[in-house]
């Protein structure tokens, strides 16, 4: 069983920069897949960005694209989330996920474990 727990997120200007961080324990990041979903007020939880358990193999949603990068630190045993040219409907609370298989999943219900979430304000 791995526990997981977000940090970095925070307010910040449209078309600004954020990282955010998902530290495991109890067990590796590299025995999973990892995933970071975000739900807005009122809205449901969404999927944002994936890695199998190899950096190779990763997915993201279209509204992210080029924007947002999914990476895997495995000696740090954290999984990061590089959010660039961030836009107010960014906004949302990012949680972050395991999976136990090899590959990635877009859907939130192929996800064993998660985080208590990190809040990303995006101001105009």
């Known amino acids: 069983q791995v526990q997981l727990v977000e940090s970095g997120g925070g307010l910040v200007q449209a078309g600004g920069s954020l990282r955010l961080s998902c530290a495991a324990s109890?067990?590796?990041?590299?025995?999973?897949?990892m995933g970071w979903f975000r739900q807005a007020p009122g809205k449901e939880r969404e999927f944002v960005a994936a890695?199998?358990?190899?950096?190779?193999?990763?997915l993201y949603a279209d509204s992210v694209k080029g924007r947002f990068t999914i990476s895997k630190d495995n000696a740090k045993n954290t999984v990061y989330l590089q959010m660039n040219s961030l836009k107010p409907e960014d906004t949302a609370i990012y949680y972050c996920?395991?999976?136990?298989?090899?590959?990635?999943?877009?859907?939130?219900?192929?996800?064993?474990?998660w985080g208590r979430g990190t809040q990303v304000a995006v101001s105009s």
């Open positions: 890695t199998g358990r190899s950096i190779a193999y990763t």
């Open positions: 996920a395991a999976r136990s298989n090899f590959w990635s999943s877009r859907r939130s219900d192929e996800y064993d474990y």
């Open positions: 109890g067990r590796t990041v590299s025995s999973y897949a």
